[in-house]
């Protein structure tokens, strides 16, 4: 999901009785326990008129019976993950929060995954794409919920695409380096007046690192899972050659030389109208239309290499419920329960609105459980599809499988969505650090300091260790 961060918050719960459905010893049954909840959730990408239309619908027609208000909170991007963990330190964090899909070995020991009777292992894996069920399935236990995925595209510009004689976007890199001869405009000297795809470097390149681990997998990069670590041989033949191939579209004198670390920023110089091809996210497609309205563009999947198995690079964020928080004062009120009972009741109702949220519901019908008598429920009929109201409004590719299927007629997301079907995902835990280190690999190479061997070498010295304290070892 391009993608905001969010908190479920309590502010207030009701005295409860303190057992369940039961009968008496007159016979008569027992009213289930009562209490009242309000939710808010964080987020740092996502505006709130993207979520507070179905929040709305939740709290007024499903979840009206133990939840109060339900809002949404925008953080600020640039802090939001320190921001997270100052105020779980703190025992004020938020209920559940958003985030990017490779945090989980940072948050894991944070994070109440969702109770079995809630949502299942299989009906996880049945609604959602594999990289998903990878990601946040742990020993049997669900640990996050998305709303959408993103997956590597294809930006191609069409009247440069047409002014070269190129029918359609290339589907494979072979066929792009091939278009490439039609598309570059390079002088005597090395300059390129017209680049047909950056590709090459690091730093003016958009999600450059993406990309190389996106054809890492394409050339065969495995991982195996050890605990929360994907340990990826950084030193293995699959991402020498995807370094190697990548590296060639900056070289000078190279047959695919295409692009250099003086061109403008990749987003910049597409929107321009000076790059004919660039391969990066949905995101991308309102931020190039607000800069130039009038360009002439298209997506595409993202190419694949002839014979092997096709395969994209995945990033998202991912819905996920606090372990514990302290119970806010709301005006001298609390609820009266114990610290063990209000966590139970705020995680059981922050993941029946995740249930609500992010999951299809057959003949649009949930079943709502009391959090104190699990076994007294209560069967809702919802309006419309929360997701898909979400993913129209947001204009984001889906993660659920049904949802792709629809989304196969739409021109613009139906890539990046039929990508997310062949997404994979790395979780080193602190990512940035990760890139950092990707992104100075590649530079290295670029500049001609080191060979591909040598600058895998160093970048596996750094990048180890990340892994390691992801496991926890």
């Not at 692009?259 to 990749?266: D, I, R």
Request: glycine content about 6%; proline content about 5%.
């Amino acid at each position: 999901m391009k993608k905001s961060i969010t908190v479920l918050r309590i502010v207030s719960a009701f005295p409860i009785l303190a057992s369940a459905l039961f009968l008496s010893g007159c016979g008569t049954v027992v009213a289930p326990p009562s209490y009242k909840v309000n939710l808010e959730v964080w987020g740092s990408l996502d505006d709130s008129d993207s979520y507070q239309p179905i929040m709305n619908d939740y709290q007024q027609k499903i979840g009206s019976a133990h939840v109060g208000n339900v809002s949404y909170r925008k953080m600020t991007a640039e802090t939001y993950r320190a921001d997270l963990l100052t105020a779980f330190a703190e025992g004020n964090g938020p209920d559940v929060f958003l985030i990017r899909s490779s945090w989980l070995p940072l948050f894991k020991n944070l994070i109440a995954p969702a109770p079995a009777y809630e949502i299942s292992e299989k009906e996880f894996r049945d609604a959602f794409v594999d990289v998903v069920a990878n990601d946040f399935i742990v020993g049997g236990k669900v640990y996050g919920v998305p709303m959408s995925v993103d997956s590597l595209g294809l930006y191609y510009n069409k009247d440069l695409f047409n002014a070269a004689g190129i029918a359609s976007p290339p589907s494979t890199w072979d066929e792009v380096v091939a278009d490439a001869k039609r598309l570059d405009s390079i002088d005597g000297s090395g300059n390129i007046r017209q680049s047909a795809i950056s590709l090459g470097t690091a730093k003016n390149i958009n999600r450059s690192t993406d990309i190389l681990l996106a054809l890492a997998t394409q050339y065969g990069m495995t991982t195996s899972v050890n605990g929360f670590s994907d340990e990826a041989n950084l030193t293995a033949t699959p991402l020498q050659k995807a370094l190697a191939y990548y590296e060639e579209f900056a070289k000078l004198g190279s047959s695919q030389y295409s692009w250099n670390a003086n061109q403008h920023y990749s987003v910049d110089a597409f929107s321009e109208g000076n790059l004919a091809m660039m391969a990066n996210y949905s995101w991308q497609i309102d931020a190039i239309k607000k800069k130039n309205a009038k360009l002439n563009f298209g997506v595409a999947p993202l190419p694949q290499l002839s014979g092997a198995t096709p395969s994209n690079y995945a990033n998202y964020w991912v819905l996920v419920v606090a372990k514990h928080k302290n119970e806010p004062d709301t005006g001298g009120k609390k609820s009266g329960l114990s610290t063990d009972s209000y966590d139970s009741v705020r995680v059981h109702e922050s993941w029946q609105f995740l249930h609500y949220l992010a999951f299809p519901h057959l003949g649009n019908k949930m079943t709502v459980r009391n959090a104190l008598a699990t076994t007294s429920t209560a069967e809702k009929t919802l309006a419309s599809d929360p997701t898909k109201t979400f993913l129209d409004k947001a204009r984001q590719p889906a993660a659920r499988r049904d949802l792709i299927e629809a989304q196969k007629a739409d021109p613009w997301l139906s890539p990046f969505a039929l990508g997310n079907l062949i997404a994979k995902d790395w979780r080193v835990g602190d990512t940035e650090t990760m890139e950092s280190i990707l992104a100075d690999m590649i530079e290295s190479v670029n500049r001609g300091g080191t060979t591909v061997e040598q600058a895998l070498s160093l970048a596996a010295n750094q990048i180890v260790p990340l892994q390691k304290k992801a496991a926890g070892n």
